[in-house]
């Protein structure tokens, strides 16, 4: 991986997609955190009826493939002991984006009418799912439950999450009778995953977060984490070019100090320049493992197309502000510590 500039210089990066290797369990099953193929289950939601599920803990990843049989919505359920966090995916459009819109705080019946609702998220050319067979990713990162369709994580629909939420249940929102298939994803045949130098794979997310997640450490070597970093001072601003691809997902703005750091995930923006981002606190000294965060949805929002994305970013005197080139007016922010003055940028696929 080429290694990424700031101060007005090119952050390239070259991702090379991950074979797909043979299933380790049988269809129907999952690799369990012990390592163990464990059987799906299915759970009584107090709904009437019972749903497919499957243990999903923090760090692991899944994929469902669901056979509709008619025009129906399709929820992935997060659940614990106490409560659940949906993705309602209703349909799809034809760049692979998911149309979607999440729920928190939902009973452990997973009944949305008892969560609190976040705003829908439809990317143009979006349309309700038809009868036919799909294939989706579910991972379960630090902080969020991220479903896409295989082969297409740029278009992820997400919801926050914790560890103790770690069941995944699907079920369809009109009772529709649809078939769902969970396989063990530790290599799923799309961008989301990283290569180790062994041979096997772990999730990109888990690429350059501070912990050895692949057994030979490759996912943490200099090679591939050696980011460049710029020194900020309070009222200074730093342009920053990003060479980004769709594939690439997206983009990390940090500011760190040598602990810690607060971070702005950048999505995409809206034709007027307004950033689609995630503002994080806590996190380490990579700008990884975050532990809180607040989403910002503008209306008329899309992912970054292909092509250089220019940013300014402005160390103030208690946060991180970036914003388009040319947008002035439109900023995304993080608050930040006063020792945070380290700039790193990193493309996250």
Not at 42 to 56: E, K, M
Not at 148 to 163: K, T
Not at 185 to 204: E, Q
Not at 249 to 268: E, I, K, P, Q, R
Request: negative net charge; charged residues 20%.
């Amino acid at each position: 991986m080429a290694p990424y500039f700031v101060l007005a210089a090119l952050v390239c990066v070259a991702v090379a997609a991950p074979q797909l290797e043979d299933a380790t369990c049988d269809s129907g099953s999952i690799r369990s955190s012990s390592g163990e193929c464990q059987k799906v289950s299915r759970l009584h939601h107090g709904l009437g009826a019972s749903y497919p599920s499957v243990d999903l803990l923090e760090g692991q990843q899944v994929e469902v493939a669901v056979q509709l049989t008619s025009q129906d919505w399709i929820h992935f359920q997060l659940c614990g002991s106490e409560s659940c966090n949906l993705v309602v995916v209703w349909g799809l459009n034809p760049s692979g984006e998911l149309y979607y819109v999440n729920f928190t705080s939902c009973n452990t019946d997973g009944d949305w009418n008892t969560g609190v609702r976040g705003p829908d998220v439809k990317p143009e050319g979006a349309a309700y799912f038809t009868p036919g067979q799909y294939s989706f990713v579910a991972e379960h990162r630090s902080s969020q439950l991220v479903v896409w369709l295989n082969g297409y994580p740029q278009g992820a629909g997400l919801v926050s999450a914790n560890p103790q939420l770690n069941q995944l249940r699907l079920r369809a929102e009109r009772g529709t009778p649809m078939n769902v298939t969970f396989e063990d994803s530790t290599c799923a045949s799309d961008s989301s995953n990283f290569r180790c130098g062994d041979g096997s794979c772990v999730s990109i997310w888990f690429k350059c977060d501070g912990f050895r997640d692949c057994a030979d450490g490759s996912d943490e070597s200099d090679d591939i984490c050696d980011t460049p970093v710029a020194t900020v001072s309070v009222g200074e601003v730093v342009t920053v070019r990003v060479q980004h691809e769709e594939k690439h997902g997206h983009v990390d703005v940090s500011l760190c100090d040598n602990a810690s750091c607060s971070t702005l995930a950048l999505y995409g923006s809206t034709p007027e320049g307004a950033l689609w981002f995630f503002s994080w606190t806590g996190c380490n000294a990579l700008g990884a493992n975050c532990t809180a965060g607040v989403e910002e949805y503008p209306i008329g929002r899309k992912y970054f197309p292909s092509g250089e994305l220019v940013l300014a970013v402005q160390r103030r005197a208690s946060e991180l502000a970036v914003w388009l080139d040319g947008s002035p007016d439109s900023v995304a922010n993080v608050t930040v510590g006063a020792a945070n003055r380290r700039l790193r940028v990193r493309p996250i696929y």
